[in-house]
């Protein structure tokens, strides 16, 4: 009998899978951090194989996004059904080399929806669950900021009952970018343990990929502030800011349609 489904559950007509066939289409606002940390502790987590960005490329440069995402697949019929199109995630980007080549890297990334977990774990992102708000801007009335010069957001990210992180970004206008760190292809590994759990693993890829369709609304920049705070079962605080670069908002559009295997 032949199973469908991506990835899980898989039953003959694959209406129960978690997941709808690529491509997957994304439409989103992204608030962005940048700023400038200790690259040895950015160093200390990448995987052998893989180094720190040139010094000329600024190796402790890290972008926190928080980005609020609607999503669906390519019959579109998440959107008529919002709760399975809509969710929010907080992450954590920095740039590095593999194979003479510069990437941008997702460190650490937390969402509120399953279906947005396990489909960032398929493409290689390390997803886990959180509680992820941001400010959203409006065109009118006063319950909420314009996306010009003073328009101010506030965004927070908390995870097993601690607050992990919180942050703001104030407008001043329009920029000519969306910040430099989150600019590249991503690169990510892929693993999974063996059953025997027995320290080797099934699945172990490296892999890139990157968004397709692009479809990128202007770039506001300004000032931002960021505070990250200790919990028992997260290491976010080792990449605690020394400097904060800048803020910045856009609304985008993207498509995964399937990423390149690099290694195997």
Not at 16 to 23: F, G, I, N, Q, R
Not at 34 to 48: F, H, K, M, Q, V
Not at 144 to 173: C, H, I, K, N, W
Request: glycine share 10%; net charge negative.
């Amino acid at each position: 009998m032949n199973l469908r489904g991506l990835p899980y559950p898989r039953t003959t007509s694959g209406r129960a899978s978690l997941l709808p066939p690529t491509p997957w289409h994304y439409s989103g606002d992204l608030l962005t951090v940048e700023y400038r940390t200790n690259p040895s502790a950015i160093a200390a987590l990448l995987p052998d194989g893989v180094s720190l960005a040139n010094e000329e490329e600024d190796p402790g440069a890290v972008a926190f996004i928080w980005a609020d995402w609607q999503s669906c697949g390519d019959d579109g019929s998440e959107l008529l059904d919002p709760v399975r199109a809509q969710y929010k995630e907080a992450f954590l980007v920095v740039r590095c080399r593999y194979q003479d080549r510069l990437y941008s890297r997702c460190l650490f990334i937390w969402v509120d929806k399953d279906f947005a977990l396990v489909r960032g774990q398929i493409q290689g992102y390390p997803k886990k669950l959180g509680s992820i708000h941001q400010t959203r801007p409006v065109a009118r009335g006063r319950a909420g900021p314009r996306l010009e010069a003073g328009g101010s957001f506030g965004m927070t990210l908390a995870a097993g009952d601690r607050r992990l992180a919180q942050a703001t970004v104030t407008l001043l206008g329009e920029s000519a970018t969306n910040g430099f760190v989150n600019g590249h292809a991503m690169l990510h590994h892929r693993w999974f343990p063996r059953v025997e759990m027995d320290d080797r693993d099934a699945l172990s890829d490296v892999v890139t990929m990157a968004g397709v369709e692009l479809d990128l609304g202007p770039s506001y920049g300004g000032s931002a502030t960021l505070e990250l705070f200790d919990s028992p079962t997260e290491e976010l605080l080792s990449l605690a800011p020394r400097e904060i670069l800048g803020g910045y908002f856009r609304s985008v559009g993207t498509t995964f349609n399937g990423g390149t295997t690099l290694e195997d």
